[in-house]
């Protein structure tokens, strides 16, 4: 007989007057049940876990009392203090923190199919996503995977990716120039997701936001888009979500957020069904609604929504934010001036005068280098977790049991002295070009496995396209070099107030 039905038989047919001290003893017993970790999960003596637990809740209270603005300092407190493996318990949901290369490896490569996204990961994020490959499980997400990759695989989509990065580039440098004859500073950060999110709207649907038209005005889809993402990120940490939504402005919030960006998603869709295609080249929407399920049927709109904004996130947030990490970290106090000097030397070497071509990118290895450096220090998704569905044993010994969620933080590794050595915090974009190969638990930044990031190419391209057209022209500076721009809590790792930079024309400069 389970304690509730226990409990429940008792009261039934215990005297009144002795219920009062039943309950008592009941509430005495959960309490010394419950008293290090959070009702719903399992007690585990064996794992390190941060003070701070209470009965019943775990740590909950401790979870909620960080400013969202040093929710990465806390992990990174608990790796110096407990070790790469420690766990928290909140009720209902335990995890299991795993912050070494080994690890990550065998939860995301070894023993791939003991993972999953999981039914809460689907639950917090469903607003955003739906059923698209970032919430995806099993053949669903399996087969969103193989026609994902067959898109992005394809030479000639990558070539027609570079031509729209370059005319929406040319947009950018218009921009740029007016800043810098007029002196004034301009928002990098904003600058950035303005570019990726028009590039990724002529890229995916065949049409621009408008954002680099008006680049100092809001876009209502990216604001929107920006909310939502903060929100749903928000409930990982919040088992009472649904409670908390349902009787404050959030709820209301999420819910106009959510009609506003899949109405437009929607209205995409419509408008190209009406138009038809016309294009040479086929953009990703294109595909997806040239695509079969495997009954043969065309896939339905509200799945085509699900692929839209999906992608949107892995397209435009990802790649504007380690563009405005990179910059901030080679124009910091601290920094090596000769990394800047030997970036736009390459720059210059390789495009000589000229626009980027789809082969010049290969000869910027000293720019890739720049990239993957600021990805390992401030990675696009610093956090992230699977939910363990068959007992396993992570190869350090941990038991990790079903039901139970495995975590890792990139930010936390990519800081990391015992992973990357004792300069790990130093900005060093020479450690990816002396012919080092990292494996993909070390550098995880575009996760690891079958998950790997398919977009990876693509979010290169576009990188290269970025460093190389501006660095011909202009030279940009921190408005305050001392300053670390505070990150935002989200899916991924934006900046929260902006990055200010002044921009200047070079002195010598080939005209493009």
Same mark, same amino acid.
Request: charged residues 25%.
């Given at each position: ?214 680049i100092e005005s809001e876009v209502d889809f990216a604001v929107a888009f920006d909310d939502l993402a903060a929100i749903t990120f928000d409930r990982l940490m919040d088992p009472a ?26 209205? =995409? ?43 949107? =996130? ?41 626009? %980027? ?21 401030? %990675? ?14 992570? %190869? ?36 990816? =070009? ?25 979010? =290169? ?52």
């Open positions: 007989m389970a304690i509730t039905d226990l409990f429940k038989y008792v009261l039934e047919h215990a005297s009144r007057t002795n219920n009062l001290k039943l309950l008592l003893a009941f509430s005495a017993f959960f309490l010394y049940k419950y008293r290090s970790h959070a009702v719903g999960t399992r007690r585990r003596a064996d794992l390190k876990t941060p003070k701070g637990a209470v009965p019943f809740l775990g740590h909950l209270a401790l979870m909620a009392s960080i400013p969202g603005t040093k929710l990465y300092e806390f992990y990174e407190k608990n790796y110096n203090e407990l070790g790469p493996v420690w766990s928290i318990s909140l009720p209902f949901f335990r995890m299991v923190q795993g912050d070494s290369p080994e690890l990550v490896e065998h939860v995301l490569k070894s023993n791939f199919w003991a993972y999953e996204k999981g039914p809460v990961v689907r639950d917090c994020f469903g607003d955003l996503f739906g059923n698209g490959i970032f919430t995806a499980d099993g053949s669903d997400w399996k087969w969103q995977r193989k026609m994902a990759s067959h898109i992005f695989n394809v030479r000639a989509f990558r070539e027609y990716t570079n031509d729209i990065f370059v005319a929406e580039g040319q947009k950018m440098l218009a921009y740029l120039g007016k800043a810098a004859d007029e002196g004034t500073p301009i928002d990098f950060h904003a600058l950035m997701l303005h570019f990726t999110l028009d590039s990724f709207g002529a890229v995916s649907f065949g049409e621009t936001f408008g954002c680099m038209d008006d979500w649904k409670i908390r939504e349902r009787f404050t402005s959030v709820g209301k919030k999420v819910t106009d957020d959510r009609n506003l960006v899949r109405d437009h998603a929607f209205r =995409i869709i419509e408008k190209r069904r009406a138009e038809g295609y016309h294009k040479p080249n086929k953009d990703l929407l294109q595909l997806f609604m040239e695509a079969k399920d495997d009954e043969g049927k065309p896939l339905p709109d509200e799945y085509l929504v699900d692929i839209i904004l999906t992608f949107t =996130i892995a397209g435009r947030d990802t790649t504007a934010q380690a563009l405005s990490w990179m910059f901030y970290l080679i124009s910091r106090d601290g920094t090596d001036k000769e990394i800047m000097k030997t970036l736009i030397q390459e720059v210059d070497e390789v495009l000589e005068g000229k626009l %980027p071509t789809y082969e010049s990118h290969k000869q910027q290895k000293y720019a890739d280098a720049c990239f993957h450096e600021a990805l390992r220090i401030f %990675p696009v998704v610093p956090r992230n977790l699977k939910l363990c569905v068959q007992d396993d044993i992570l %190869p350090d010994g941990t038991k990790i049991y079903a039901g139970e969620c495995f975590s890792w933080s990139s930010y936390v590794m990519g800081r990391s002295e015992a992973i990357w050595g004792p300069d790990a915090c130093e900005y060093k974009p020479s450690r990816w =070009i002396q012919g080092q190969k990292f494996s993909q638990g070390k550098f995880n930044s575009f996760n690891a496995g079958p998950r790997v990031c398919l977009g990876m190419n693509f979010a =290169i391209l576009e990188a290269l396209t970025v460093i190389g057209m501006i660095l011909q022209k202009f030279e940009l500076t921190l408005v305050d070099s001392g300053k670390m721009p505070p990150y935002g809590v989200s899916i991924t790792m934006p900046m929260m107030e902006g990055l200010p930079m002044k921009v200047t024309r070079r002195k010598a400069v080939v005209a493009i």
